[in-house]
C-alpha cells in the first residue's frame, strides 16, 4: 500500500509542477520523476506470470513469492542466474533480459511489497 | 538527494494536492473488449495502476474464463475443462470491474463509442481490444461446411469444441487416423499444434497403440521448439507419430475422410482436426483496425499498443502484427495488457508513456500429462526503431523435457489465471 500511495502522489506531481511551478525542486524534471514509479510497476508486472501479481506467489507455489524479500538478496540471486552459478531451466534465459538498472528496480520495487 | 528522501519528500509535496490527480484522470472510462488472456489482464492492470481510478468495462459474453493454454491436455485425457476455468467475478469482487456479459458488434471511433449485441452502447475515452483470432474457414476447400455440421473441428479456443474433439478419438476404432494440418505461421499458439500431436499421441499410446497421428504442416520445419517436439515423437511416440512439412491444405472432404494438399498426394483419416489460416477477430476487422499483412492483422505503435489506424483504440493480445519474434500466446497477450494498462493510465494523467517498456514470453508444452519444455524470451522497446526486439543474449528452450518443468507450467497457469483475473 506504502508504494501505491507513493505511486499515486508522484503521478500527481507533473500536474502539481505544472500548476504551482514554485513548488518545483531545483534540477528536479517533474515529467520524468512523476513518471518513474509508474514504470517501474509497469516493469515489475512482467514478472507476475510466474511469481504473482506484485511479487505474492499462490499458495503452495512452487515458484517462489518475491514481496517483501531483501533487495539486495533479490540482486545477488538474479546475478548468480545469469552467471550460471545457480541452476535453473528458465530463470537463467529470463534473467540475461534484464540489465543491471532494471533489476535494481526490480529488487527494490518487490522488497517494498508487503509479504 | 537519495531515493528514499526524494520518495518522501515527493510524497509529502502532494499531500494537499492529490484531489488534483483524481480530477485528472478521475471518472474516465476505459471499456476492454475480449475477456481472453490479454483482456482480463489489461481490465485489472489498468484498475490496479490507476490505483481504480479509472473506470474499467469489461465486455465478454462468457461467465468464467477457459483457458487455451494447457486445453491440449483435456484432448490428450488428463484434464478437463472445468480444470482450466476460472470466473470472471472476482475482477468485479476484487477490482470493481463492470463486467458487461455482452459482445461488442461495432465501434464508432469518431463518436467513441461501442455498440453491444444486447443493444446498449458504451462510450469510451479509451478502448482496448483483445478479441483474439477469426479461423479463414474458406481458406479450405469444403471447411465451411463439415466445419458448420460438426464434422470437423478445430478447438483452437478452448470450450465445446474441445470436447467434441475429444469425443471424436473416443469414438475412433483402435488402428485409425486422426490427422492433424497446420496454416502457415503466423498463427495462434506456434507450439500448439506439436503439443496436440502430442497429446492425441499420449492418448493413442495408452488406450488405441495401432493408431496414428498424421502432421500435416504448411511450413517448412515444426515453428516452434523443433528439436525437442521431433524427439518426443521419437522417443516417447515412435510408430504413432508421423511428421510431414510442406504439406498445406487445400481440400476437405469430410465424408470420405479426404485431404489435399497444394503439391502432395491426398492422405485420408477418420477424424480430421484442420486448422486454417488465421485473422483478426470481425469486431477488429470491420472497424477498420486490420491494416497489415493484406487485413489480416491490427497495426499498432508498439510504446503503448494504440492503432495506427485510429486513435484511442488499443489493440493487444493475438489480433496484433507482432513485432519480429515475438509469439501470439495467452502470456504475450498478458504482457501486452501491462504495457497498454501502464500506457492508459500515463495518458489519462498527462505523462508521457513509458519510453522503455519490456515483455516476457514462456511457453509451456506438455509432451505427456507430466513432462513439459518450454521456450522463453525477453522483449524490449527500442525507441529509434519503434519495435519489439529480443534482448541478446536472453531467453531459449529446455535442455529437455521434464517433470521439474512439467510442475512450473502447472505452477505458471494457476499464477497467471490469477494475475488477470484475481
Known sequence: MRTCSILLALLT??????LSPALAIDSIEPQSLSAQPLYVQSLAATCANCHGTDGHAMNGATVPGLAGRNADELVTQMKAFRSGERNATIMHQIAKGFSDAQTRQLAEYFAAQKR | MDRRSFLQASAALTLGVSSLNASAMG???VVVIGGGYGGATAAKYIRLFSKQRIEVTLVEPEQSFVSCPLSNLVVGG??????????????????????????????????????LAGGNVLSYDKLVMSPGIDMNFASIEGLPAAQQQGKILQAWKAGPETN?????????PDGGVYALTIPEAPFRCPPGPYERACQVAFYFKQHKPKSKVLVFDANQDVVSKPALFKKAWADRYPGI?????????????????????????????????????????????QTGLAN??????????????ESTAAKDIFVIGDAIQVAQLMPKSGHMANNHAKVVAAAIVAQLSGIEPNPQPMLTNTCYSFIDDRNVVHVASVHEYLANERTYKVVPGAGGLS???????????????RTIWADMLE
Open chain 2, 78 to 115: 488428463s484434464r478437463t475443462l472445468a480444470d482450466l476455468s476460472r470466473p470472471y467475478s472476482s475482477l468485479t469482487k476484487h477490482h470493481g470491474i463492470t463486467h458487461a456479459r455482452d459482445t461488442a458488434v461495432a465501434v464508432d471511433p469518431v463518436a467513441r463509442t461501442v455498440k
Open chain 2, 164 to 172: 467434441a474433439l475429444r469425443k471424436q478419438l473416443e469414438s475412433m
Open chain 2, 292 to 305: 497489415m499483412a493484406d487485413g489480416r492483422w491490427c497495426g499498432v505503435n508498439y510504446q503503448t499498443f
Open chain 2, 241 to 285: 507419430v508421423e511428421y510431414h512439412n510442406q504439406h498445406k491444405t487445400v481440400a476437405v472432404a469430410a465424408a470420405e475422410g479426404l485431404i489435399k494438399f497444394d503439391v502432395h498426394d491426398a492422405a485420408k483419416a477418420d477424424v480430421i482436426n484442420a486448422l486454417p489460416a488465421m485473422r483478426a477477430n470481425k469486431i477488429a476487422t
Open chain 2, 27 to 29: 471518472g474516465a472510462k
Open chain 1, 13 to 18: 506531481m507533473q500536474l502539481t509542477f505544472s
Open chain 2, 399 to 413: 535442455a529437455e523435457a521434464s517433470e521439474l518443468e512439467g510442475s512450473y507450467a502447472n505452477n505458471w497457469a
